[in-house]
């Protein structure tokens, strides 16, 4: 079955450390993204990923960091600089990047929740 | 720029009854609007999506949702409420711009009542 998953389901960070999700895709997706969720709110995007080797913040990306070295792989790190982490975050891919130009369906992992004890 | 308002934070409906989720959309370029839902600690789950055909879209689950420019909207609707869709629902915009972004409302949270 083609998907996204993102693991781990729940994660527990001590304030201080820097802990990484992951996200995997076999959809052979081109462009990734990470978003953020807080209670009853909308999603915020962290970072998006169009093509391997590039990536771009976007509105929320202070204290995290990303990379894209695979097409199906695009970890997002939380960094102790990342003032208040705890949040639900997911993971989505579009087939078509920007660039090609042109909109595409969101498919979305089931999330990784981050608690900060 | 592109911008998109969820009218209703909650929304409760009796099972069986209509249900009415409210979405306006503001875009510079011909947009491309979906609506998904999100159950609990779960990710979000595609219902429809309209890209300039049909002003009508149907989705899955029996939702369903109309286009209207004139508005710039585009509710979410289904005929008869069923409690499995007690859920979060997302409207989200996207013009047909390589810079243009993908923008998500605040969501609606929809209750069903016995």
């Known amino acids: 079955d083609g998907g996204i998953t993102q693991s781990p389901k729940y994660l527990f960070r001590k304030e201080g450390q820097n802990v990484t999700l992951s996200c995997e895709q076999n959809l052979n997706h081109d462009a990734m993204y990470w978003y953020r969720q807080d209670p009853g709110q909308g999603l915020r995007l962290i970072y998006y990923?169009?093509?391997?080797?590039?990536?771009q913040k976007g509105d929320i990306a202070e204290g995290y960091s990303v990379s894209r070295e695979k097409k199906e792989s695009f970890p997002l790190t939380v960094t102790s600089a990342q003032k208040n982490p705890t949040a639900f975050y997911l993971c989505a891919s579009t087939g078509r990047g920007r660039v090609a130009g042109g909109t595409d369906t969101q498919y979305f992992g089931p999330g990784t929740r981050l608690t900060v004890l | 720029a592109q911008s998109v308002t969820q009218l209703d934070s909650h929304v409760s409906v009796s099972e069986g009854t209509p249900v009415l989720l409210r979405c306006n959309y503001s875009s510079s370029y011909s947009p491309s609007l979906f609506w998904y839902v999100q159950h609990p600690n779960k990710g979000l789950q595609l219902l429809l999506k309209?890209?300039?055909?049909?002003?009508l879209v149907k989705g899955i689950n029996g939702f369903e949702a109309e286009f209207k420019k004139s508005e710039t909207s585009f509710h979410l609707t289904k005929p008869s409420a069923h409690m499995s869709d007690a859920a979060e629902y997302f409207c989200?915009?996207?013009?047909?711009?390589?810079?243009?972004?993908?923008?998500f409302g605040s969501g609606t949270r929809l209750s069903i009542r016995p």
């Open positions: 989200v915009v996207s013009g047909y711009s390589s810079a243009s972004k993908i923008i």
């Open positions: 309209y890209t300039s055909a049909a002003t």
């Open positions: 990923s169009q093509i391997v080797n590039d990536f």
